[in-house]
């Protein structure tokens, strides 16, 4: 398939402000209907589907939390590099800290390293883009203009094009609706060691940190920031999907730093919340992103 234009090209509309965006977040978190614009969408179609079910046994890996002293700390993200396996890859749980910790751990045949990339610079360009990714709990996404422009930057690797990003994006995690802002950060920003970034053992990588807000929110209750990892690696099974999750912790100059009060922990229902999520979107992912990827040729605009 070429890359000429065998869809209808149309100049993306331009996203809202923040302020904006905001205001509309209580109407997106009641997951509306599409309107008769995003009908029209090429791929408003994959709304509709029928979302796979997760596999039952990966799915029932996050009814219990896992032992707290075989999960991976975030001070030790560079075991992620290494070859092989460590003991908790599906699992969740609080820390000794009182922070939390998600792993999850899904392969994908069809799905290759570009696709990855091309996905994390793609579907924050329009709000339906995130909906229809998992419609279930997806309520919508929005990027400033000037992360647009660097999203849409040919002179950019697609690899990097979402690093400095802040998604914000509303979505449940199975605790309620939630405003989320996602800061996409490079590798090294985040802390990984480079000198061990080698293939196969990493192809690309989606990492950031966050913090989330209830669309409800009303009082003043303080609420934790949270490290996200997306690493993926090359396997002859195909590409292998490695998640990890610190929620309670935020990074300063590359170090992770606990921002939890002494004798806090972040609650075990929006951690465990948070685990199936994970799953669920991510079963979805897998034979999602292929089609949707092959049906565009992996185009921006479109």
């Not at 400095?164 to 996409?184: A, C, K, Q």
């Not at 950031?208 to 003043?220: A, F, L, M, N, R």
Request: net charge negative; aromatic share 10%; glycine share 6%.
């Amino acid at each position: 398939m070429s890359k000429n234009n065998i869809f209808p090209v149309r100049e993306l509309q331009v996203q809202q402000n923040y302020t904006d965006h905001l205001k509309q977040t209580h109407l997106k978190a009641k997951l509306p209907p599409l309107s008769d614009e995003e009908k029209a969408r090429p791929f408003a179609k994959y709304y509709y589907e029928d979302i796979p079910a997760p596999d039952p046994v990966h799915y029932s890996c996050m009814d219990k939390p896992c032992d707290p002293a075989l999960a991976l700390p975030p001070e030790k993200m560079n075991d992620l590099l290494n070859p092989g396996y460590l003991d908790i890859e599906i699992g969740w749980c609080n820390l000794p800290n009182g922070a939390g910790v998600i792993a999850n751990k899904i392969v994908y045949p069809d799905i290759t390293a570009e696709m990855i990339d091309w996905w994390f610079s793609w579907h924050p360009l329009e709000d339906l883009r995130y909906r229809i990714w998992y419609p279930p709990q997806h309520g919508g996404l929005m990027v400033s203009p000037e992360n647009r422009k660097r999203l849409l930057d040919e002179s950019i690797p697609l690899s990097e094009r979402n690093w400095g990003v802040i998604h914000h994006v509303t979505e449940d995690t199975n605790t309620g609706m939630s405003n989320i802002d996602i800061h996409f950060m490079s590798p090294t920003e985040f802390g990984f060691d480079m000198t061990r970034w080698k293939k196969p053992f990493v192809a690309t990588v989606a990492c950031g940190q966050g913090w989330v807000i209830p669309v409800e929110k009303t009082d003043d209750s303080i609420t934790a920031p949270a490290m996200m990892c997306h690493i993926f690696r090359e396997t002859p099974e195909g590409l292998e999907h490695r998640t990890r999750f610190w929620l309670g912790y935020r990074l300063v100059n590359g170090r992770p730093e606990l921002t939890l009060p002494p004798g806090a922990r972040i609650p075990e229902s929006e951690i465990q919340g948070l685990a199936r999520h994970n799953v669920c979107e991510f079963t979805r992912f897998k034979s999602f992103l292929p089609r949707i990827y092959n049906e565009f040729d992996g185009q921006m605009i479109v």
